[in-house]
């Protein structure tokens, strides 16, 4: 009779895989170990407030918001954040009459390089299925964001091959607000449709 493998064997089993993956990159001289390490750097330090950052930007720029919403993999760079080896970033422009809300359908698709890591609840399947399903309910009833009915509200994938980001409106009341004020206001929510950004 054959048992499932220990916890313990599991968990060593998975930084040995890893190595010799790493291993096999740098002998097909793919990469080299002080890339991954600048890599993983820089995933470690993705965090919303870069996201935030060029929000801010693009409501106070008239020409970074159109770069920003032509290119959001450059409107990154132009920030500062590394993009290369990431996925093609696009941006989506909430207004009075469209609101976006991203998903990743499949597993945990997210725009990583601007925004960090994905909220745990951004992974669950009860998030990805409702938010297809009932994504006016979902938003009301999770994050009280109410979506008036006149207002359409389109769900959007994320995938391996294309990132997407919410360019939220500027609320109102925030007039005169420099870019590091109005930066500190934008939550991570906010850039991926679940909330709204409040003055």
Same mark, same amino acid.
């Given at each position: #009779?054959?048992?499932?493998?220990?916890?313990?064997?599991? &968990?060593?089993?998975?930084?040995? =895989?890893?190595?010799?993956?790493? !291993?096999?990159?740098? $002998?097909?001289? =793919? *990469?080299?170990? $002080?890339?991954? $390490?600048?890599?993983? /750097?820089?995933?470690?330090?993705?965090?919303?407030? $870069?996201? /935030?950052?060029?929000?801010?930007?693009? %409501?106070?720029?008239?020409?970074?918001? @159109?770069?920003?919403?032509?290119?959001?993999?450059? @409107?990154?760079? @132009?920030?500062?954040?590394?993009?290369?080896?990431?996925?093609?970033?696009?941006?989506? &422009?909430?207004?009075?009459?469209?609101?976006? =809300?991203?998903?990743?359908?499949?597993?945990?698709?997210?725009?990583?390089?601007?925004?960090?890591?994905?909220?745990?609840?951004?992974?669950? @399947?009860?998030?990805?299925?409702?938010?297809?399903?009932?994504? +006016?309910?979902?938003?009301?009833? &999770? %994050?009280?964001?109410?979506?008036?009915?006149? *207002?359409?509200?389109?769900?959007?994938?994320?995938?391996?091959?294309? +990132?997407? #980001?919410? =360019?939220?409106?500027?609320?109102?009341?925030?007039?005169? %607000?420099?870019?590091?004020?109005?930066? /500190?206001?934008?939550? &991570?929510?906010?850039?991926?449709?679940?909330?709204?950004?409040? !003055?």
């Amino acid at each position: #009779m054959t048992t499932a493998p220990s916890t313990a064997i599991l &968990e060593t089993d998975g930084p040995r =895989l890893l190595r010799a993956v790493r !291993a096999l990159l740098e $002998q097909k001289g =793919l *990469v080299n170990t $002080q890339e991954l $390490q600048e890599r993983l /750097a820089l995933t470690d330090s993705a965090n919303p407030g $870069q996201g /935030a950052r060029m929000v801010a930007k693009a %409501w106070t720029d008239p020409a970074y918001h @159109a770069l920003m919403l032509a290119d959001g993999t450059k @409107a990154a760079e @132009a920030m500062g954040i590394p993009m290369r080896g990431m996925p093609p970033l696009g941006v989506l &422009e909430n207004t009075p009459e469209l609101h976006h =809300l991203v998903v990743c359908t499949l597993c945990s698709c997210y725009p990583r390089a601007v925004l960090g890591y994905p909220p745990f609840w951004y992974k669950s @399947a009860a998030f990805r299925a409702r938010a297809v399903r009932d994504p +006016r309910g979902l938003l009301a009833s &999770e %994050w009280k964001t109410v979506i008036p009915d006149g *207002v359409t509200l389109r769900v959007v994938d994320s995938t391996a091959d294309y +990132r997407w #980001m919410v =360019l939220p409106m500027r609320p109102p009341g925030t007039e005169g %607000w420099d870019e590091a004020r109005l930066a /500190a206001m934008v939550r &991570e929510g906010d850039m991926i449709g679940v909330t709204v950004p409040r !003055a």
